[in-house]
C-alpha cells in the first residue's frame, strides 16, 4: 500500500498535467480495492487530468460507488474540480447511477448532482423527478430537496402525481407546492389533490393549498366547494380543513353556498356542510342560524346532532358559557350541554 501511494505521489510530481498515460496509469489505481491507495489516486489525478478529461471523469466517477461514505464524498470533490458545473459527462456518469442497486450510491449520486449542476439543468431536472419514484423515502426526499435547490419553471410531475405509490405523489406535491408558481392552474392541481383516496395526499394538498392560496380566493373556494359534495367521507373532511384555511369568516359567497348544500338529497353531504358551517360562518349570522335550526328536524340522525353540536358556538353560546365558567371559578375547564 505505501509503495503504491508512494509512487502515485511520485508520478503526480513529475509527469505533465494532461500527459494521458499518467492519467491512465491512476485511472487504474482507483480500482484498488485498499481504499488508502484510491484516495492517494484520487490526489493525483487532480494535478494530472486537464479539466474537463473525459477518461479521468469517467474513472473518477467510479468512486461514486465507493464503499466508504468518505471515499464517495470525496469523489464528488475531485469531480466538481476536473470539470465546470454541469459538464455533460460528469452528469451522465452521476445520473447513471441513481438506479444503481446500492441505496447508499443512489443517496450519494442525488447530493452529487446538487454540487455538480447548475439550477434549471433539465437533464438533471428530469432524472431528479425520476428519482422522485424511487422505492425508498429517503431518495425521494432527496430528490425533492435537489429539485427545490436546482428547478427553474416549470416542470412536468404529473406521472409523479398520479403514482401508484401514495408516498410518490406525497413528495411529487411537495415538489409542486415548492417551485411552482401561484396560479389558478397550481390552485386546481391542489383541489384535484384533494379528491385523493389517500389521507397523506390530501393532507399534502391542504397544506399546500393553505400555503398557496389568498385568504378569500374565489377561484379555490368553489373549487374547495364542489369537493363537498363528494361521498367519499375522506375527501369532504379535507375539503373542509381546505375551506377552512381560504373562506373568511363571514363571507357571504361561502356561506350562501354551503347553506344550498344543506338541502342536498345525500344527508352525509348534508352532515359535512354543516360541519364546514361551523369554521367559516360568523357568531350570530342570522342566516346561518335559521339554516341550522331547520336541519334539528331532519330526517337523518346524524345531521340533527350534527346541527346540535355546532350551534353552541353559532349563537355565541358556548363563548358565554366558557366567560362564565372562568369567571366563576377562575380556570377554562368547563363543558357545554354536549360534553365539550
Known sequence: VDVRCSALKTLAR??????????????????????????????????????????????VSRGLEDLSPGGRLKTISVL?????????????????????????????SVHALMQLAVPGDPFVITALVGAMRDPESSIRQASLEGLRQLAKGSVDLNENLSHW?????????????????????????????????HASV???????????????????????????????????????????KVARVGDPFVTSAVIKLLKVRHSDVRSAALLALHHVAETGDQMVLSAVQLCLEDDDAEVRETS?????????????ARFQCFTSNGTDNCFTSNGT
Open 202 to 244: 390530501r393532507e399534502t394538498a391542504v397544506e399546500g393549498i393553505s400555503k398557496t392560496v389568498a385568504k378569500g380566493d374565489v377561484y379555490a373556494i368553489e373549487a374547495i366547494l364542489a369537493r363537498l359534495r363528494k361521498r367519499n367521507a375522506g375527501i369532504r373532511s379535507s375539503a373542509i380543513q381546505a375551506l377552512h
Open 80 to 108: 466538481s474540480e476536473l470539470a465546470e458545473r454541469s459538464d455533460p459527462a460528469v452528469m451522465e456518469e452521476v445520473v447513471a447511477r441513481l438506479k444503481h442497486r446500492d441505496l447508499s450510491v443512489r443517496e450519494t
Open 14 to 59: 513529475v509527469a505533465d498535467r494532461g500527459n494521458p498515460k499518467a492519467v491512465a496509469a491512476t485511472s487504474a489505481m482507483l480500482r484498488d480495492r485498499r481504499a488508502r491507495v484510491r484516495d492517494a489516486a484520487l490526489d493525483a489525478m487532480l494535478q494530472l487530468a486537464d479539466r474537463g478529461n473525459k477518461c479521468a471523469i469517467a474513472a
Open 165 to 197: 405509490d401514495p408516498a410518490v405523489r406525497c413528495t411529487a406535491l411537495q415538489a409542486l407546492i415548492s417551485i411552482a408558481e401561484r396560479s389558478n392552474g397550481l390552485t386546481v392541481r391542489l383541489c384535484q389533490c384533494l379528491e385523493d383516496l
Open 308 to 320: 346540535k353540536k355546532i350551534l353552541p358556538r353559532l349563537t355565541g353560546f358556548e363563548r358565554e
